[in-house]
């Protein structure tokens, strides 16, 4: 791999994000699961550190960094709270998609609220019966004199119970599957849009999943924000780089984890000893420990090669493939390794614990991914 170095722009960065997991989404997370509250609140802090605008354009208002830095930041803040990092970047992915793909009048009028964290944002792909197969959205576009009339139901979206800015897809030619999908800019103060209450359990409730609804919405011209072929392409490259992400969130979990069951046997006495002096309790973080250090390197080979504009198809499905299975792992014995304690509210364990099962369904089912790298072996008498 190439030099791995971060500039002084980076550096920065991420002493700031890290500031911001640890003083402001770590003491806040419990109360968020108790009180079944999204992270909303948090969103001009995240603006202030530059979250919201990370990748985009620094001609535009962001910051203009490498993915290989956004998936550090990830891992820093999934440290804290996997939900809350997936809000804040889903908010960035709206805006990031709006500094590629919009006109330059609906940039100026969409970026700055989202930039500045008055607004969130979220991408609504997922339906109530329709999560992985994307060629089988209901959600219809049909063309009018003023735009686009949009009709469906979308569900299990991040950020929906607050956000005021979709992308939504919808199929604007059924009989040309993946390639009649289009992206929509949507906007919920306008009539026809309703929200939907699909709050799943309270573990997770940070990340203010909900849905919404569009009744004879009329999208007009300009918010297309990106037409049937290109929004497909956009979305699976914007996936790809999702299981990166997920991956990276995973890493940081379980590093929490283990620094935590660390801390505890460093402190903890039985048997006239400490619990860290005992040779087997020792081995399940030294286990936890070697993996994560594969994973890291996963993590930056596809980072690299993402922010050299290659194919990471199958990296990032191994990667995500092998983090979710890592976390969904170590995580329960790091817990046993700090016994009944583990179970505090207080601590995160549990919440990692939740967090590393959603991880495993978003932005791909580990089955699904297993047949993307199937796909890519090679038979060795062909």
Known sequence: MDDLRWSPAETSFLERTREFAQDQIAPRASSWVRDRQSCIELLPAASRVGILGLRVPIEMGGLGLSLRCQMEA???LAQADFGVAMALINTHNVADQVSRLATPEVRGRILPGLLAGLEAGCTAITE?????????????????????????????????QHATKFIVYAQTSPQKGTGGIAAFLIESDQAGFSRRDDCPDPGIS????????????????????????????????????ARIYVAAMCCGMVEDCLKRAADYGMSRSTFGSRLYDHQGWRWTLADAETELDALRLM?????????????????????????????SRHIPALMHAVGAQAFSETLPFARHLLAAQVAGLVDGSTEMLLERIARDLRPLNP
């Not at 909900?210 to 914007?238: F, K, S």
């Not at 194919?311 to 499905?317: C, K, N, Y």
């Open 74 to 76: 990830l891992r820093l």
């Open 128 to 160: 109530i019966q329709t999560g992985s197969d994307v060629a089988a959205i209901q959600t219809r576009a049909i063309p009018n004199a003023t735009g686009w009339q949009i009709d469906g139901t979308k569900a299990w979206v991040i950020n929906a």
């Open 206 to 241: 940070s990340m203010g999943v909900g849905g919404l609804v569009l009744e004879g919405y009329v999208c007009p011209h300009e918010c297309l924000i990106a037409g049937p072929d290109l929004a497909i392409r956009d979305i699976l490259t914007a996936i790809n780089v």
């Open 299 to 327: 993590i930056a080979r596809a980072s690299q090669r993402a922010d050299h504009g290659q194919d990471v198809r199958s990296e990032a499905a191994r990667a995500k493939v092998f983090a979710t299975r890592m976390a």
